[in-house]
Protein backbone atom coordinates (compact mmCIF):
# COMPACT_ATOMS: atom_id res chain seq x y z
CA UNK A 1 0.00 0.00 0.00
CA UNK A 2 3.05 2.47 0.83
CA UNK A 3 4.72 1.63 -2.48
CA UNK A 4 1.66 2.55 -4.26
CA UNK A 5 0.95 5.40 -2.95
CA UNK A 6 4.04 6.65 -3.40
CA UNK A 7 4.26 6.13 -7.21
CA UNK A 8 0.82 8.08 -7.15
CA UNK A 9 2.52 10.97 -5.42
CA UNK A 10 5.82 10.58 -7.91
CA UNK A 11 3.06 10.57 -10.88
CA UNK A 12 1.07 13.34 -9.31
CA UNK A 13 4.24 15.60 -8.99
CA UNK A 14 5.79 14.87 -12.02
CA UNK A 15 2.54 15.82 -13.90
CA UNK A 16 1.69 18.37 -11.91
CA UNK A 17 6.02 19.88 -12.84
CA UNK A 18 5.27 19.16 -16.46
CA UNK A 19 1.91 21.04 -16.90
CA UNK A 20 2.86 23.84 -14.56
CA UNK A 21 5.24 25.47 -17.02
CA UNK A 22 2.98 24.93 -20.09
CA UNK A 23 0.09 26.96 -18.38
CA UNK A 24 0.96 30.53 -20.38
CA UNK A 25 0.91 28.45 -24.01
CA UNK A 26 -2.20 26.65 -23.03
CA UNK A 27 -4.49 29.63 -21.34
CA UNK A 28 -3.11 33.32 -22.48
CA UNK A 29 -3.32 32.92 -26.07
CA UNK A 30 -6.62 31.26 -26.02
CA UNK A 31 -8.04 34.26 -24.64
CA UNK A 32 -10.80 35.76 -27.32
CA UNK A 33 -9.24 39.33 -27.69
CA UNK A 34 -6.08 36.94 -29.35
CA UNK A 35 -7.93 35.67 -31.40
CA UNK A 36 -10.20 38.09 -33.28
CA UNK A 37 -8.11 38.29 -36.82
CA UNK A 38 -7.80 34.64 -37.20
CA UNK A 39 -10.54 32.42 -38.99
CA UNK A 40 -11.40 29.14 -36.23
CA UNK A 41 -9.65 26.48 -35.99
CA UNK A 42 -8.44 24.14 -37.99
CA UNK A 43 -8.83 26.78 -40.87
CA UNK A 44 -5.81 27.39 -42.78
CA UNK A 45 -4.34 31.09 -41.49
CA UNK A 46 -3.29 34.11 -44.33
CA UNK A 47 0.29 35.10 -44.11
CA UNK A 48 0.51 38.31 -43.17
CA UNK A 49 1.75 40.35 -40.49
CA UNK A 50 -0.69 39.06 -37.88
CA UNK A 51 0.39 35.66 -38.57
CA UNK A 52 3.71 36.47 -38.08
CA UNK A 53 3.13 39.23 -35.20
CA UNK A 54 1.13 35.41 -33.54
CA UNK A 55 4.43 33.47 -34.26
CA UNK A 56 6.37 35.41 -32.41
CA UNK A 57 3.89 36.14 -29.36
CA UNK A 58 3.67 32.19 -29.16
CA UNK A 59 7.64 32.36 -29.15
CA UNK A 60 7.46 34.97 -25.76
CA UNK A 61 4.78 32.55 -24.39
CA UNK A 62 7.22 29.60 -24.65
CA UNK A 63 10.17 31.75 -23.17
CA UNK A 64 7.48 32.88 -19.89
CA UNK A 65 7.00 29.38 -19.67
CA UNK A 66 10.67 28.86 -18.76
CA UNK A 67 10.06 31.59 -16.07
CA UNK A 68 7.43 29.42 -14.78
CA UNK A 69 9.37 26.34 -14.59
CA UNK A 70 11.20 28.03 -11.33
CA UNK A 71 8.02 26.95 -9.74
CA UNK A 72 8.13 23.18 -9.54
CA UNK A 73 11.90 23.73 -9.54
CA UNK A 74 11.24 25.72 -6.12
CA UNK A 75 8.43 23.67 -4.70
CA UNK A 76 9.88 20.36 -5.79
CA UNK A 77 13.18 21.47 -4.14
CA UNK A 78 11.14 22.69 -0.76
CA UNK A 79 9.45 19.34 -0.58
CA UNK A 80 12.05 17.25 -1.16
CA UNK A 81 13.84 18.91 1.89
CA UNK A 82 10.91 19.45 4.12
CA UNK A 83 7.69 17.94 3.29
CA UNK A 84 6.43 15.01 0.71
CA UNK A 85 9.47 13.58 -0.79
CA UNK A 86 7.92 11.60 -3.67
CA UNK A 87 5.75 14.27 -4.63
CA UNK A 88 8.22 16.56 -4.41
CA UNK A 89 10.77 14.60 -6.20
CA UNK A 90 8.54 14.21 -9.47
CA UNK A 91 7.85 18.00 -9.25
CA UNK A 92 11.44 18.59 -9.25
CA UNK A 93 12.40 15.92 -11.90
CA UNK A 94 9.49 17.37 -14.33
CA UNK A 95 10.46 21.28 -14.05
CA UNK A 96 14.13 20.50 -14.89
CA UNK A 97 13.45 17.70 -17.46
CA UNK A 98 11.21 20.62 -19.08
CA UNK A 99 13.56 23.11 -18.40
CA UNK A 100 16.49 20.77 -20.34
CA UNK A 101 14.34 20.13 -23.09
CA UNK A 102 13.01 23.49 -23.99
CA UNK A 103 16.60 25.02 -23.39
CA UNK A 104 18.67 22.50 -25.49
CA UNK A 105 18.18 21.57 -28.74
CA UNK A 106 17.05 18.42 -30.26
CA UNK A 107 20.04 18.16 -32.63
CA UNK A 108 22.37 20.20 -34.27
CA UNK A 109 20.66 22.93 -36.12
CA UNK A 110 17.76 21.49 -35.07
CA UNK A 111 15.15 23.69 -32.76
CA UNK A 112 13.10 22.80 -29.54
CA UNK A 113 10.51 25.39 -30.31
CA UNK A 114 7.75 25.07 -33.58
CA UNK A 115 7.73 28.99 -32.68
CA UNK A 116 11.25 30.46 -33.92
CA UNK A 117 12.34 33.65 -34.91
CA UNK A 118 13.08 31.83 -38.62
CA UNK A 119 10.32 30.61 -39.13
CA UNK A 120 8.98 33.94 -38.38
CA UNK A 121 11.40 35.20 -41.13
CA UNK A 122 10.56 32.73 -43.21
CA UNK A 123 7.03 33.74 -43.33
CA UNK A 124 7.85 37.19 -43.53
CA UNK A 125 9.65 36.39 -46.75
CA UNK A 126 7.28 34.56 -48.19
CA UNK A 127 4.32 37.48 -47.43
CA UNK A 128 7.22 39.96 -49.23
CA UNK A 129 7.73 37.31 -52.45
CA UNK A 130 4.07 37.30 -52.73
CA UNK A 131 3.36 40.94 -52.49
CA UNK A 132 6.91 41.75 -55.09
CA UNK A 133 7.26 40.44 -58.40
CA UNK A 134 8.68 36.82 -57.77
CA UNK A 135 5.61 35.22 -57.29
CA UNK A 136 3.63 32.26 -57.48
CA UNK A 137 0.69 33.14 -60.02
CA UNK A 138 -1.09 36.53 -60.78
CA UNK A 139 -2.88 37.13 -57.45
CA UNK A 140 -1.11 34.83 -54.75
CA UNK A 141 -3.02 34.27 -51.26
CA UNK A 142 -0.45 32.24 -49.40
CA UNK A 143 -1.88 30.61 -46.34
CA UNK A 144 -0.65 28.48 -44.03
CA UNK A 145 -2.29 24.85 -43.97
CA UNK A 146 -1.89 21.90 -41.45
CA UNK A 147 1.10 20.57 -43.35
CA UNK A 148 2.56 23.65 -45.39
CA UNK A 149 2.05 26.94 -46.56
CA UNK A 150 0.47 27.02 -49.68
CA UNK A 151 -0.92 29.38 -52.32
CA UNK A 152 -4.86 29.10 -51.72
CA UNK A 153 -5.06 30.44 -55.76
CA UNK A 154 -2.41 27.90 -57.73
CA UNK A 155 -1.90 25.59 -54.82
CA UNK A 156 1.76 25.81 -55.04
CA UNK A 157 4.00 24.95 -51.75
CA UNK A 158 5.86 27.93 -50.95
CA UNK A 159 7.15 26.50 -47.06
CA UNK A 160 7.25 22.59 -46.47
CA UNK A 161 6.38 23.29 -42.97
CA UNK A 162 3.57 22.07 -40.54
CA UNK A 163 1.81 24.04 -38.75
CA UNK A 164 2.09 24.16 -34.98
CA UNK A 165 -0.44 25.57 -32.58
CA UNK A 166 -0.91 29.22 -32.33
CA UNK A 167 -3.01 29.68 -29.75
CA UNK A 168 -6.81 29.85 -31.25
CA UNK A 169 -9.53 28.10 -29.75
CA UNK A 170 -9.31 23.99 -31.21
CA UNK A 171 -12.66 22.87 -32.69
CA UNK A 172 -11.96 19.55 -30.64
CA UNK A 173 -13.38 21.07 -27.23
CA UNK A 174 -11.17 22.48 -24.62
CA UNK A 175 -10.30 19.24 -22.91
CA UNK A 176 -9.42 17.19 -25.91
CA UNK A 177 -7.76 20.22 -27.18
CA UNK A 178 -6.38 21.26 -23.84
CA UNK A 179 -4.96 17.15 -23.89
CA UNK A 180 -3.03 17.72 -27.15
CA UNK A 181 -1.50 20.78 -26.21
CA UNK A 182 -0.36 19.29 -23.56
CA UNK A 183 0.79 16.07 -25.40
CA UNK A 184 2.62 17.97 -28.57
CA UNK A 185 4.13 21.05 -26.61
CA UNK A 186 2.54 22.98 -29.34
CA UNK A 187 4.28 21.37 -32.13
CA UNK A 188 2.51 20.10 -35.09
CA UNK A 189 0.41 16.83 -34.45
CA UNK A 190 -1.02 16.18 -37.65
CA UNK A 191 -2.50 12.79 -36.68
CA UNK A 192 -6.08 12.84 -36.31
CA UNK A 193 -6.64 16.49 -37.05
CA UNK A 194 -9.01 17.82 -39.64
CA UNK A 195 -8.45 19.43 -42.60
Same mark, same amino acid.
Given at each position: ??? &?? #?? *? +?????? %???? $?? /??? @???????????????????????????????????????????????????????????????? &?? #?? *? +?????? %???? $?? /??? @????????????????????????????????????????????????????????????????????????????????????????
Amino acid at each position: MAI &GW #GI *F +LLVSGF %LTGH $LI /PRI @PLIIIPRQRTFNQVFPVHPRPIPVDASLVSRVLQMRAMRRWGLVFTIVPLLFGWMMLKWSVAMF &GM #GL *F +LAGGWT %LLSW $LL /PLA @PGVANSPWTLEVAQQLQIIRNDCDGESTCCESPQPEWELTAVRCSACRTTLLNLARPDLGRPRCDGKFKGFLRIWISDGGAMLVGEEE
